[in-house]
């Protein structure tokens, strides 16, 4: 049998080579050995972390935390863990004491500035990214994060000289050419192009310089106006990622049939009373921000921008390890929710946002999904949903890049398939609409930029709201923002993306036509 400093040993040398099989299977041994020592459950958590095992991930970080109080580094990669599981509010927390406890290096502040930007705390994240370029100037990932905690906070020329600064660092960051890209509206005089052509030359072997330069490339043709130009590059980035991933749809068709048979009618039960949360929801890339800017610009209300915590609540309460879209008892399980519960859990996760106004916003635009146990569960908050031209939507998700680690957006890699799911969206709101008459408030795009105060006016009375001219200067609004094209929501409201479809109109002919065998008017 090994001796403990031999395991102790082997634990180190397989933790720092990655070998996360290995350091989960030392550090048990480790534990049995000496319970009251630290280091064996962070690495174990930490290997768990790795390992995508996030419920023991929390628990052996808790561990280590307890154990072992006074190190920072312990208490940030907890807050990691918690901000990974969903538990936002909980991670802030964790956050912060790991900040009073005065961390030295690098790597934790790297980890705290990631939770505080995920957990909306956008000041809080620029201060430990200000700190971390600091003591590694050299490092690329730190001018990026700097760079997205800049844009959040509404600096765009800062966030500008910090993408440029990890591009030098490093030319093949293609996440920063894609920040860079849509930092502006790009002109002829002013733009990126020629360096994006040269580099998907020079990284033609690497499908991430592919992926994002691509996308970045096409952006920047987008806006000069060369539209044929553009869409190719789109397809191109596109098809590398879709390369990476199972084909979606037909998971995604289970999804809305079994949502759909899961509310053949409101149920009975009543959920929790409270009326503080408004939901804005509705497809990806329709103006779910610009709405959101237009109602939190009212005294009344505080945006919190957009909240994992319905679906990560819902986990909660419903049980189980099956993701709750994906069970195929889905239909019998939810005449079994407790609607109450799960009205009142998501209130108290979410209660450090209502204390800001009378009403917050969670803007989470799939968040359609869960309509059906939004309005039951909670009978008096607000559900709004943002519509767009059905062209204009599939086009809106299929140019622009998703979060990677999600499967949420698997459908925007291929427009086709970008159709399809708009016609999924479109039955499952039909559906919400009749199980839950007067639930739901359609606020159509195109109506809002174009007749804004007459627009505005219904929703606020909808939301039982009194006017305020302040939600016709959304402009003004100072709160950070943390959407791909920051500088366009900043900006007055106006028409300019209606329509956009158009200049697309020949390499979209096939989706139209899909759209419109399925009902959908697309003209």
């Keep these: 049998m090994s001796s403990l400093p031999d395991l102790q040993a082997r634990l180190i040398h397989a933790f720092n080579r990655n070998d996360w099989p290995s ?19 962070f690495m174990a958590g930490v290997a768990h972390m790795q390992l995508g095992q996030l419920p023991h991930a929390v628990t052996m970080l808790r561990t280590a935390t307890q154990l072992e109080p006074n190190r920072a580094d312990f208490a940030a990669n907890y807050a990691k863990a918690l901000s990974l599981t969903r538990q936002m509010q909980e991670a802030q927390q964790a956050a912060e004491r790991a900040l009073a406890l005065g961390p030295a290096d690098p790597m934790t502040f790297e980890i705290l500035g990631v939770v505080f930007s995920q957990s ?18 050299n490092h690329p990932p730190a001018h990026f994060y700097l760079a997205f905690a800049l844009i959040a906070m509404g600096d765009m020329d800062a966030a500008e000289k910090e993408l440029e600064a990890c591009v030098r660092l490093d030319p093949n960051y293609g996440m920063a050419h894609l920040k860079l890209a849509g930092l502006r509206k790009q002109t002829a005089e002013r733009n990126h192009v020629e360096r994006l ?6 990284y033609a072997n690497h499908p991430g310089a592919q992926l994002y330069m691509n996308m970045a490339l096409a952006k920047e043709y987008d806006d000069l106006g060369q539209y044929a130009s553009a869409f190719e590059h789109f397809r191109r980035g596109k098809a590398v990622g879709k390369e990476r991933r199972v084909r979606s749809m037909e998971r995604d068709d289970g999804i809305f049939q079994r949502l759909i048979s899961s509310f053949s009618q409101a149920p009975v039960a009543s959920g929790d009373p409270g009326d503080a949360p408004i939901f804005i929801i509705g497809m990806p890339r329709t103006g779910t921000t610009l709405l959101d800017r237009i109602l939190s610009s009212h005294p009344d209300v505080y945006s919190a921008g957009e909240l994992v915590e319905f679906p990560a609540t819902l986990q909660r309460v419903y049980g189980g390890n099956t993701p709750l879209l994906l069970d195929p008892q889905l239909p019998a399980r939810v005449a079994q929710l407790d609607w109450r519960k799960l009205g009142g859990d998501y209130l108290a996760v979410t209660q450090p946002h209502a204390v800001h106004a009378r009403h917050f916003i969670d803007k989470m635009p799939h968040n359609f999904l869960y309509a059906g146990f939004i309005a039951s569960a909670l009978p008096n908050a607000k559900i709004v949903c943002l519509r767009r031209h059905p062209l204009d939507t599939c086009l809106g998700n299929f140019r622009h890049l998703f979060e990677q680690e999600t499967s949420y957006y698997d459908y925007s890699f291929d427009i086709m398939d970008a159709g399809r799911y708009y016609i999924g969206f479109e039955r499952l709101m039909a559906h919400w609409s009749r199980v839950f008459p007067g639930r739901i408030f359609d606020v159509q795009y195109e109506k809002l930029v174009t007749a804004q105060e007459e627009t505005v006016r219904g929703l606020l009375a909808f939301c039982g709201l009194p006017w305020n001219d302040a939600c016709l200067q959304s402009e003004r609004n100072a709160a950070p923002v943390n959407t791909p094209l920051a500088w366009q929501v900043r900006s007055p409201v106006n028409a300019s993306a209606v329509g956009r ?4 109109a020949a390499e979209l002919a096939p989706l139209q036509d899909l759209l419109r065998n399925a009902g959908i008017a697309a003209d």
């Design 23 to 41: 350091v989960l299977q030392l550090a048990a041994q480790v534990q049995l050995l000496v319970p009251r020592e630290s280091m064996a459950p």
């Design 120 to 137: 909306h705390a956008h000041a809080r994240a620029l201060e430990m990214f200000r700190r971390l370029v600091t003591m590694v100037p």
């Design 501 to 504: 479809w158009k200049h697309y």
């Design 197 to 202: 052509k040269a580099l998907l030359v020079r």
